[in-house]
């Protein structure tokens, strides 16, 4: 148990929706990343938050937002959504953002049909 | 740009043989490597990290990676394969000051026959 949590583990939903993805990283790491993986593209980063300010963006579309809260949270928010957006999509958090090992969370698998 | 390139994505050994999963680098030298396992249905762990300090890098479970500049690679190497070995492992290397814009290897699945 690498300590993140995410929530819903699976979702379902329809192309043109809107879904919105959880997670709680490690106690006392401010830095929380998203990743999206699927077979055609792999392990992608889509984007970093450090203490509530984005730190710094991959290869993440302009449908997709995210955020992190004061009590440090974050939720990844994808609309629109496109049957190629099915994935799975992880969240990872570190004490800080340059160089420190990742704590990966048991990801989200999303299935739009 | 800093990548990294793993070479081969499917790797299957008898259990009790030699694991060796393959990562070579771009030609500049990264100050950081890393070495990931991802089992079946759970997110990615980190096994090691290389950080200049030594060039042999020793992670768990039984795991260990050579740096070596001159052949620009960072292999995996086990010397007896277990079957809870069975796993996807990636290579990643972080691009610029930011761990969190690592750039990962398209990954290598590892099988375990007994």
């Known amino acids: 148990d690498s300590g993140v949590t995410q929530t819903p583990k699976h979702l379902i939903t329809a192309t043109g929706q809107r879904v919105t993805l959880r997670c709680s990283p490690r106690?006392?790491?401010?830095?929380v990343y998203w990743y999206q993986q699927s077979l055609d593209q792999g392990l992608q980063f889509l984007i970093q938050?450090?203490?509530?300010?984005?730190?710094a963006k991959g290869n993440i579309l302009e449908r997709f937002s995210a955020q992190q809260f004061p009590d440090l949270h974050s939720e990844l928010n994808l609309s629109s959504l496109e049957l190629g957006d099915s994935a799975l999509y992880f969240c990872?958090?570190?004490?800080?953002?340059?160089?420190?090992?990742?704590?990966f969370g048991p990801g989200t698998r999303l299935t739009v049909l | 740009a800093q990548s990294v390139t793993q070479l081969g994505s499917h790797v299957s050994v008898s259990e009790g043989a030699l694991v060796l999963l393959r990562c070579n680098y771009s030609s500049s030298v990264p100050p950081y490597l890393f070495w990931y396992v991802q089992y079946p249905n759970q997110g990615l762990q980190l096994l090691l990290k290389y950080t200049s300090a030594a060039t042999l890098v020793k992670g768990i479970n039984g795991f260990e990676a050579e740096f070596k500049k001159s052949e620009t690679s960072f292999h995996l190497t086990k010397p007896s394969a277990h079957m809870s070995d069975a796993a996807e492992y990636f290579c990643a290397v972080p691009l610029g000051t930011n761990a969190g814009k690592s750039t990962f290897g398209d990954g290598t699945t590892l099988t375990v026959k007994p």
């Open positions: 990872a958090s570190s004490v800080v953002g340059d160089y420190n090992e990742q704590f």
């Open positions: 938050y450090y203490n509530g300010e984005e730190r």
């Open positions: 106690s006392g790491d401010l830095s």
